[in-house]
């Protein structure tokens, strides 16, 4: 059905994988539009209540995958970078609940699809950053109004401007996930989870999920995210950004 991605029902629970181990799941512009495709995907299983959402091979998702990403002249290029906020946005309207199991890196527009998700699991081994401005580019895809609505505008603010990495004990103290465990129990605690919430009532759970969604959404703005793109292109054409580039790209040898 996808060619970046896996998913999978069963019965009441649905699984979505990304799908691109050798790539450490980084999200190209392919992957992004079959996420937004998976979540009304997964809305048109009737049965399904909650969906779990992982990473295959040693990480979730190394973040945005900037290969094939049209240059700044191109005229699609604002299209493109809209794509990760619709990706988003879709996870985050989906009708079950969905669930990030975390592990290895969870980086940049990564971390963006994690907090679009209503609940997070990792393993212990799980690092996060959020590297955009060492890039040159401002963190985009509705990233900022989810961070400040999970961790507050302080730590955001610090988190975003530094760019320096950060474990699961100090994501997990700053209220951005629900649970560490160890990595072999990862898989456990994510169905086990996954099934406590399933055999819960559908209605209530729906509007629970509706009703924290509306108040979170009058408090941060999320809906605002929409001018990210024009951010995120202006990036790309500015020429300090572009030399924070070039310099980040031959800090690590690329």
């Not at 505008?153 to 951005?176: D, M, Q, S, W």
């Not at 990862?186 to 099934?195: F, K, P, T, Y």
Request: glycine content about 10%; hydrophobic content about 50%.
């Amino acid at each position: 059905m996808f060619a970046t991605l896996e998913v999978s029902v069963d019965g009441p629970v649905g699984q979505l994988w990304l799908n691109r181990p050798q790539r450490l799941n980084a999200l190209s512009l392919e992957t992004l539009g079959e996420l937004a495709a998976a979540a009304r995907w997964f809305d048109e299983q009737e049965a399904v209540r909650v969906v779990t959402v992982g990473g295959r091979g040693r990480a979730f998702s190394a973040g945005a995958d900037l290969d094939g990403f049209p240059v700044a002249a191109d005229a699609r290029v604002r299209q493109a970078a809209d794509a990760g906020r619709l990706m988003a946005e879709a996870l985050e309207a989906m009708r079950a609940v969905t669930i990030a199991r975390i592990q290895g890196w969870c980086v940049g527009g990564g971390l963006v699809l994690a907090a679009a998700c209503d609940l997070r699991v990792a393993a212990d081994n799980a690092r996060f950053s959020i590297p955009e401005i060492d890039l040159g580019i401002p963190l985009a895809w509705g990233g900022i109004p989810r961070l400040v609505r999970e961790i507050g505008p302080a730590l955001t603010k610090e988190l975003v401007i530094t760019c320096r990495e950060f474990g699961p004990a100090e994501a997990h103290a700053a209220g951005f996930l629900n649970r560490v465990v160890s990595e072999a129990e990862l898989d456990g605690a994510v169905q086990a989870l996954a099934s406590r919430i399933a055999a819960k009532p559908a209605m209530p759970v729906a509007a629970t999920k509706s009703h924290v969604n509306a108040v979170t959404a009058q408090m941060v703005g999320a809906m605002r995210a929409w001018s990210d793109a024009d951010s995120l292109v202006g990036g790309l054409l500015d020429a300090e950004c572009i030399a924070a580039r070039q310099a980040y790209a031959r800090e690590r040898g690329r």
